[in-house]
């Protein structure tokens, strides 16, 4: 059974730094696509940045694009999110997805086949 696990959620105070991690397991599927995806109170779940699993070509949201890096270890099957210079509207539940799709919108929630249950993060003025 595929499973996506993050970590590294908390509270930070704006201006500060947080690592979010998305380990997946299980499954013979190939991710072809990885991203992740914010969802804040009262509020559609948005599209943070996105990764192409073979040649690491990444896609970021246009409100997080020069503070946020999506990366991968790919001998890990694990997929990061920095966020730097954080902002309280950051404040979100942070969900990681993963594609097995030929071809989709990498920012879009609906190319995506599994989630993570999501993380908190909350970012205080």
């Known amino acids: 059974q595929v499973q996506l696990v993050e970590s590294g959620g908390g509270s930070v105070q704006a201006g500060g730094s947080l690592r979010l991690s998305c380990a997946a397991s299980?499954?013979?599927?190939?991710?072809?696509?990885m991203g992740w995806f914010r969802q804040p109170p009262g509020k559609e779940r948005e599209g943070v940045a996105g990764?192409?699993?073979?040649?690491?070509?990444?896609k970021y949201g246009d409100s997080v694009r020069g503070r946020f890096t999506i990366s991968q270890d790919k001998a890990k099957n694990t997929v990061y999110l920095q966020m730097n210079s954080l902002k309280p509207d950051d404040t979100a539940i942070y969900y990681c997805?993963?594609?097995?799709?030929?071809?989709?919108?990498?920012?879009?929630?609906?190319?995506?086949?599994?989630w993570g249950q999501g993380t908190q993060v909350t970012v205080s003025s």
């Open positions: 997805a993963a594609s097995s799709e030929s071809s989709i919108r990498i920012l879009s929630p609906s190319g995506y086949n599994y």
């Open positions: 990764i192409t699993t073979a040649f690491g070509t990444t």
């Open positions: 299980g499954g013979s599927v190939s991710w072809r696509f």
